[in-house]
């Protein structure tokens, strides 16, 4: 049987030229034309059964000619001004456009598509890879609106706290190391018929307050048996690693040890240290473990093989506070030295910043001899005497408080603060003429003056900018790090505006009465020292809010010359979601390069802070 691949050339039909003009017209071939072959004559039932099918032919032509247009457009869309490659990546583009109109149409919110793209995965892996600041979730959380449960151990000061999600870990001056489970995140209750069965009983209430697991005590009796596995003095710092596994406290007894964090059993006991341990961070992500102590320096561990790395020498006073995050570097401060230093531990350097300034008060003149406010004002200046915390917001920002009130916001950038915010928790009332002077009938002119709050308690959401700083003031505030990371912004403070009163001469509980002292602390008033702040985004991205656990004590957690009325223990504060709309929550003095900006506010509304000039 012929085929088309079978028949010989001449009998094949040719293409016709012109289908247009003479669609039934043959082409007469001339014999004497250039490379024509004679035209062979059809059979005439051949001739019949073309002129029967020949309104069909046309057609399969066009399709013919259709096809071999679709077939060669890439070559033609070329000459257009429009290549494959853009033809292909026009179309796709347009296949994404219908996908995301039939998404759009379905009801999927597209905030949640675009925060699930690989594409703001991979720049936000980048940024952390980097260290830079990029996330700025503190609008998106409601402090006003947080929860508050408190939790007590029965012991004395609460001096420290770490979390390793769904666990905590507190430790207190009687040498108790406590583990604690976090209450687990409401689930929303199923939907209800409209038929109520009331044969079925309704769940129980959400556990709100932690439960406590293990604790183990050591005891000061053994201070001469250097066997022993536990502390034998006051327990000042602890810190849990990421992947939770160890627990590491630092005392009064120059020990740091190692726990298991499953068990809390001692799995070693280091004694390098001369002096104290004052402080505790892991590098994040990692077991390597940075100390600071009193003998003036900071140790580098490696929990992995619960071996000893290096120490790094330079502050002039003790180090009473480290923080460390991603990279291998750590800041630390010095107290009395007011130096705050970023040790680059690869490149064996460290680079200095230098405080010591201080906020200047402009306040009315007392008269002396009545205890009255009168027209005159006097200056007076707090200046920084020690350095006491840090708290690093990316890998080039960090942040310090200071026993004089100042909040600073420092760049390795530069060697002085940035921005400063003085007196951020306000002054302690002045005071009276019996407890400034010695004398057993004390001088009329002798009065008090008041003083200012130190800064206790300060930590912040790596690679955010947000801030929470605390003191004795009964306030855990917080605060915003700027878009240009050159400004630190009030944000108010954990609980309702209305709980915390108008007190006087910045007394934060001045304002509340006994009877309502209860219910103001359920709302977010706390009661003693806050020694420390650790707090973590619960959920995926902190999508179920942000949970705050504060450390608190009637007494400082180095000593006892601070003691404020309060309770021993600790509190959790659970902050939802939602839109909070930035707020000052006091007149503070601030100082930044650009010059001189006022903040107002009824809770300290006097003339005692003014925003000042900081030359950095």
Request: hydrophobic residues 30%; charged residues 30%.
């Amino acid at each position: 049987m012929s085929s088309f691949f079978t028949t010989p050339a001449s009998q094949k039909k040719r293409k016709r030229e012109d289908i247009s003009a003479a669609p039934f017209a043959k082409k007469k071939r001339h014999p004497n034309g250039s490379g024509s072959t004679p035209a062979i004559k059809k059979p005439a039932k051949a001739q019949r059964d073309e002129s029967i099918s020949g309104s069909g032919s046309e057609d399969n032509e066009d399709v013919v000619r259709a096809s071999e247009e679709s077939l060669s457009s890439d070559g033609e869309s070329e000459s257009g001004g429009e290549t494959g490659a853009q033809r292909r990546l026009r179309l796709a583009e347009q296949y994404l456009e219908n996908i995301k109109s039939e998404v759009e149409t379905v009801g999927f919110d597209a905030e949640d598509i675009d925060r699930d793209l690989i594409a703001e995965r991979l720049k936000e892996d980048v940024a952390a890879t980097k260290g830079k600041l990029y996330r700025h979730i503190t609008s998106s959380f409601d402090f006003s609106n947080a929860s508050k449960t408190s939790f007590r151990m029965g012991g004395q000061t609460t001096t420290s706290i770490a979390i390793c999600p769904p666990y905590i870990y507190t430790v207190s001056k009687d040498m108790t190391l406590i583990k604690w489970e976090l209450p687990t995140p409401p689930v929303p209750p199923p939907r209800m018929s409209k038929a109520r069965d009331l044969s079925k009983k309704p769940p129980p209430p959400r556990r709100r307050r932690p439960i406590q697991l293990i604790h183990t005590h050591g005891s000061q009796h053994e201070s001469h048996n250097s066997k022993y596995m536990h502390h034998t003095a006051s327990i000042l710092t602890v810190a849990a690693s990421q992947d939770g596994k160890y627990v590491a406290t630092g005392g009064a007894d120059k020990r740091l040890i190692i726990w298991s964090a499953t068990d809390l059993k001692p799995l070693r006991v280091f004694t390098q240290h001369r002096d104290a341990v004052t402080s505790l961070a892991f590098r994040k992500g990692t077991n390597q473990l940075y100390s600071s102590s009193k003998d003036r320096t900071i140790k580098s561990w490696s929990l992995d093989e619960l071996g000893y790395m290096e120490t790094l020498f330079g502050h002039q006073d003790e180090v009473v506070d480290v923080a460390a995050l991603a990279m291998e570097r750590c800041v630390s401060v010095g107290a009395r030295d007011r130096t705050a230093r970023l040790w680059k531990v690869v490149e064996e350097s460290q680079l200095v910043f230098r405080g010591g300034g201080g906020g200047t008060e402009k306040r009315k003149h007392r008269d002396k001899a009545h205890g009255n406010l009168t027209n005159g004002n006097v200056q007076i200046s707090y200046a920084e005497g020690s350095i006491d915390r840090v708290a690093m917001v990316d890998e080039e920002t960090f942040i310090t408080g200071s026993d004089n009130g100042d909040i600073s916001l420092w760049s390795m950038h530069k060697k002085k603060p940035v921005f400063t915010v003085a007196l951020a928790h306000g002054l302690d009332p002045p005071l009276t003429q019996e407890e400034a002077s010695a004398e057993m009938v004390p001088n009329d002119n002798i009065w008090g003056e008041p003083q200012p709050r130190w800064i206790t308690a300060l930590a912040a959401v790596p690679y955010s900018d947000l801030v929470l700083s605390g003191s004795w003031d009964g306030r855990v505030r917080v605060w915003r790090v700027s878009e240009d990371k050159k400004r630190i912004e009030a944000m108010g403070i954990l609980g309702k505006e209305s709980d915390v009163g108008h007190a006087e001469n910045g007394d934060a509980t001045s304002g509340i009465t006994t009877s309502h002292r209860e219910e103001a602390e359920h709302r977010g008033v706390v009661d003693g020292i806050i020694n420390d702040i650790a707090l973590f985004e619960s959920g995926e991205r902190g999508g179920d809010g942000l949970c705050v656990v504060i450390a608190l004590g009637k007494e400082h957690r180095f000593g006892r010359w601070k003691k404020v009325k309060g309770k021993n223990g600790a509190a959790v504060f659970l902050v939802p979601r939602g839109a909070l709309q930035p707020a000052t929550n006091g007149v503070h003095t601030m100082r930044s390069e650009g010059g001189a900006k006022r903040i107002e506010d009824g809770q300290r509304g006097n003339d005692r802070d003014l925003l000042q000039e900081s030359h950095g």
